[in-house]
């Protein structure tokens, strides 16, 4: 049976980017780009008054404080015809396109009009109040760079250089089988030994976060129904199925997986929770077996699903990121198997884990007031205080 590390490697292995592909830029928050972005304008576009005022030449000023009113206004997006001459101002909007002749713009706080004339109560320099063309962003110039993650602060840059489009990773599509005849959809009518499905509606939150959408299918544990639900499920980059993958008479999932021409990469891994953990791949395609038990799902999802979804997209954040944590207790899991414990998480101090007492229907409540995995070595423990990693999530 492989390790923990051994099976996150082995997924990781098969999880290869997707082709890249053009998105709306609202679209590409949490995606890669996937290209140099180049501005197709130059930023600002034409020389740009910086504030409500008066364009003017600089040097008039140094002579005297009045200068001629040309009448009319300069409004932003509308141009001037002609040209400023000596001894000339024109009154100009924030924005608007600094006239020809003109080589500074004076705020409006220092100035007065009366008749045609408008008083100065200070100099300026040449220049002032006025953003000159190409200032900001050359034409041409490079604003970001392939492999960057977009976030909302990158959507301003690719709209000031004039892009609708940019190709970024593309995120895998998926599909979500959740098995067991005890297994009802959250208000429906539940029989008297049904149960909620807690595994369906958590991994379409956790997947809607990395950008991907799929909603829960739920399948009884009868070989031809699920065998339908799974040819169907094959259909998506990435496969996830609870339940169904354990030694019980009717844990039929890695058989029928096989009979669709799914290759084992690997079931079963030394790892608590989520032992009987199912991988495989056909062709490009992952699927996910994960045993039903709520906590084993949500770490597949941080350990191994998470990170293969990201990888795909083209990610090079993809993880799973390990950090650096202390024990605030002695953790003493008492398994053979690499345990990964539910912990709660301080930051004050630093990264200062505590056990989340937990048994078997509780464990869902407990992950609701949880923030951490925190790693204890196979068959070991760690000692109060001690330095630990764990997993841990938004
Ligand atoms: P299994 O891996 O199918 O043997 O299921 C292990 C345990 O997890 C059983 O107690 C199931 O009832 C429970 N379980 C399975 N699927 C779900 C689900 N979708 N939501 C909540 N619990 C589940
Ligand atoms: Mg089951």
Not at 17 to 35: K, M, N, S
Not at 47 to 76: F, H, N, T, Y
Not at 216 to 244: C, F, M, Q, T, W
Not at 294 to 305: D, E, G, Q, R, V
Request: with cysteine.
């Amino acid at each position: 049976m492989i390790t923990f590390e051994e099976a996150i490697k082995s997924v990781l292995a098969k999880a290869r980017p997707l082709p890249p592909e053009p998105v709306r830029i609202e679209e590409a928050v949490g995606r890669v780009l996937a290209e140099d972005v180049r501005s197709g304008v130059e930023m600002p576009p034409f020389d740009k008054s910086a504030v409500d005022g008066w364009a003017l030449r600089a040097a008039d000023l140094a002579r005297g404080r009045e200068l001629r009113r040309r009448p009319g206004l300069i409004q932003a997006g509308e141009g001037f015809t002609g040209a400023l001459k000596a001894g000339e101002c024109v009154k100009i909007m924030t924005g608007a396109p600094a006239p020809a002749g003109a080589d500074a713009v004076m705020m409006v706080e220092f100035s007065s009009e009366k008749g045609g004339a408008v008083n100065f109560s200070r100099g300026i320099k040449r220049g002032e109040n006025i953003a000159s063309r190409g200032e900001d962003i050359k034409k041409g110039q490079v604003v970001l760079r392939r492999g960057a993650v977009i976030g909302p602060q990158h959507i301003g840059v690719l709209a000031a250089a004039g892009r609708s489009h940019v190709r970024t990773g593309a995120l895998p599509s998926a599909a979500l089988v959740n098995t067991g005849g005890e297994i009802v959809t959250p208000g429906a009518r539940r029989p008297k030994f049904g149960i909620y499905n807690s595994n369906g509606p958590m991994l379409s939150a956790l997947l809607r976060r990395d950008g991907v959408i799929a909603a829960p299918e739920i399948v009884r544990d009868e070989p031809r129904k699920l065998r339908a639900a799974l040819a169907r499920a094959l259909r998506s980059d990435i496969v996830i199925i609870s339940g169904g993958v354990s030694m019980g008479d009717y844990d039929l999932v890695p058989g029928i997986l096989k009979s669709l021409g799914v290759k084992k990469v690997f079931h079963n891994v030394r790892v608590r929770p989520g032992k009987p953990m199912f991988f495989g791949v056909k062709g490009r395609r992952l699927v996910f077996g994960v045993p039903g038990n709520p906590l084993a799902n949500f770490l597949a999802y941080l350990a191994y699903i998470g990170p293969a979804i990201r990888k795909l997209a083209g990610r090079p954040d993809h993880g799973p990121d390990f950090l650096d944590g202390t024990c605030s207790v002695k953790f003493d899991p008492r398994t053979p198997r690499r345990a990964m414990m539910l912990s709660r998480l301080e930051s004050r101090p630093a990264h200062r884990l505590s056990p989340v007492d937990h048994s078997g229907s509780a464990d869902i409540l407990a992950l609701a007031g949880a923030r951490a995995f925190a790693a204890v070595p196979e068959g070991g423990s760690v000692k109060k205080g001690g330095r630990t990693k764990f997993l841990t999530w938004r």
